[in-house]
């Protein structure tokens, strides 16, 4: 150890450990060599490491970063001079204030057509608006004469047109994943200002002609110190959606209707059902469209179409009510004469109304085709024979009496197989009529 009082003759990096030993009492020749040790470690820590196996060396490397150019937006030593003069102006007010006005061009990219609402008389769209203006106390020397972009931020910072929808219901700009807002400025002052919107605006639709219809909605942009601008967009409709839900279904039960027109009289429960079924229908099918349309204080085509052929429907029922009413009718009157001539029960029912006025007497006479137990003598058959003339014989008077007059409604009325017959070919042809005006008109 050092003892107290001495000096260590060596001075250097390496003193501290040369004076844990002592050195003092070492030979001469000793501290020599201990002290070149003591150098050679001093200088080989100072020099660059090399990598354990490749005998390189160990360099730092430099960072991507420093290879870029040099930042522009860093601060400079000094007092900073903004680009634009935001605070040495008032903003407030627009630009060469007191003196004429500025104009201002507006321009409008649509960008799609979201959606049309019949019942809600509106319409949406997304849209592109741009602004165009000069406002002076922005410009900037540029010597490159390029112009700057700029986010949102500075919009609240400067004036900018107060432009509006006029009839909008909604309207948002859109802020995903930031507001979708460019302010771009020129040198000389010019102003591009551009946001994207989602407007839902009205449209006054005039529906008298729906579904053959076209309509005209505007979107109208105001200022407080501009004019008004129009942007009209016309709307056509497609009407092959409408034909395969109203009107293809519409005939097909105006159609089915005319069935029971070929059904027996007698089958009742056949052509009820049948009537029935298509009222029914037809008032769902009217039911349906008007759910889905506005109510509106004017008739529409499409209700033209459904309610004409809501009463074709309707009229059928009625013919097979008319027709029953005439069957029954007409049988009472044949049970009254049987019960006021009880005589002719015993002549068979088929024959007796086969019988007419238009007989000859020796036709009359003759009882051909009926059974020997039925041949009476000569006294008792001519009565039958009048009998079985005055079953028939306020019908044939009638029929005779019409076709000299020329009155064969009353004919048709009185038959009621001869009205099934006929609206065979007035239901279709009366139809078919109406399809070819309604479709001249609207389409």
Same mark, same amino acid.
């Given at each position: 150890m050092v003892k107290p009082g001495g000096a260590c003759? %060596? $001075?250097?990096? =390496?003193? @501290? @450990? =040369? =004076? +844990? %030993?002592? +050195? =003092? &009492?070492m030979p001469y020749f000793m501290r020599l060599v201990f002290f070149l040790f003591c150098l050679m470690a001093l200088v080989e820590s100072r020099k660059p490491r090399r990598k354990r196996w490749t005998g390189q060396l160990e360099m730092p490397k430099q960072s991507?970063?420093? /290879?870029k150019n040099p930042? %522009? !937006? /860093?601060? &400079?030593?000094?007092? *900073?001079?903004?680009?634009l003069r935001v605070d040495d102006h008032d903003f407030t007010m627009r630009p060469a204030f007191g003196g004429p006005a500025i104009p201002v061009g507006v321009d409008v990219q649509v960008e799609s057509l979201d959606s049309i609402s019949e019942v809600d008389m509106d319409f949406t769209m997304t849209l592109y608006l741009r602004h165009y203006w000069k406002d002076e106390r922005l410009a900037f020397s540029s010597t490159s004469n390029k112009s700057m972009t700029f986010d949102g931020r500075l919009v609240k910072k400067i004036w900018v047109p107060d432009v509006f929808f006029v009839h909008s219901k909604r309207s948002f700009i859109h802020d995903t994943t930031t507001d979708n807002i460019m302010l771009r400025v020129f040198p000389d002052g010019h102003v591009l200002y551009?946001?994207? +919107? !989602?407007?839902t605006a009205m449209c006054n639709m005039d529906f008298s002609h729906f579904p053959l219809d076209s309509q005209t909605c505007s979107l109208e942009l105001e200022s407080c110190w501009y004019n008004r601008l129009y942007i009209n967009f016309t709307l056509h409709r497609h009407i092959f959606f409408f034909l395969l839900q109203t009107y293809f279904p519409a005939t097909l039960m105006v159609m089915l209707s005319w069935v029971s027109f070929w059904i027996d009289h007698r089958a009742v429960p056949a052509r009820v059902s049948l009537g029935i079924m298509t009222v029914l229908t037809m008032s769902t099918i009217i039911t349906g469209v008007n759910a889905s349309m506005p109510r509106v204080s004017y008739i529409r085509a499409v209700d033209i179409y459904l309610w004409v052929s809501f009463v074709f429907v309707f *009229?059928?029922?009625? $013919?097979? #009510?008319?027709?029953?009413?005439? !069957?029954?009718v007409q049988e009472q009157k044949e049970r009254k004469f049987r019960e006021k001539f009880p005589c002719t029960c015993g002549m068979p029912h088929s024959r007796t109304m086969?019988?007419?006025?238009?007989?000859? $007497?020796s036709e009359a006479n003759s009882l051909a085709g009926y059974p020997r137990s039925h041949i009476l003598p000569e006294e008792e058959r001519q009565d039958k024979i009048v009998v079985h003339l005055a079953l028939n014989s306020e019908l044939v008077t009638t029929r005779k009496k019409g076709l000299l007059k020329g009155h064969v409604g009353l004919y048709i009325f009185q038959n009621t197989h001869a009205i099934d017959k006929y609206s065979r070919l007035i239901?279709? #042809?009366f139809y078919i009529f109406f399809n *070819?005006?309604?479709?001249?008109v609207f389409a």
């Open positions: 003759p %060596v $001075e250097g990096p =390496c003193t @501290a @450990a =040369c =004076c +844990i %030993v002592d +050195i =003092c &009492r991507h970063l420093y /290879k930042d %522009v !937006t /860093k601060t &400079r030593p000094g007092k *900073l001079q903004p680009l551009s946001m994207r +919107i !989602t407007v *009229l059928s029922v009625l $013919e097979y #009510a008319a027709v029953n009413y005439l !069957t029954t086969t019988l007419d006025g238009s007989y000859s $007497e239901f279709p #042809a *070819l005006i309604y479709w001249s």
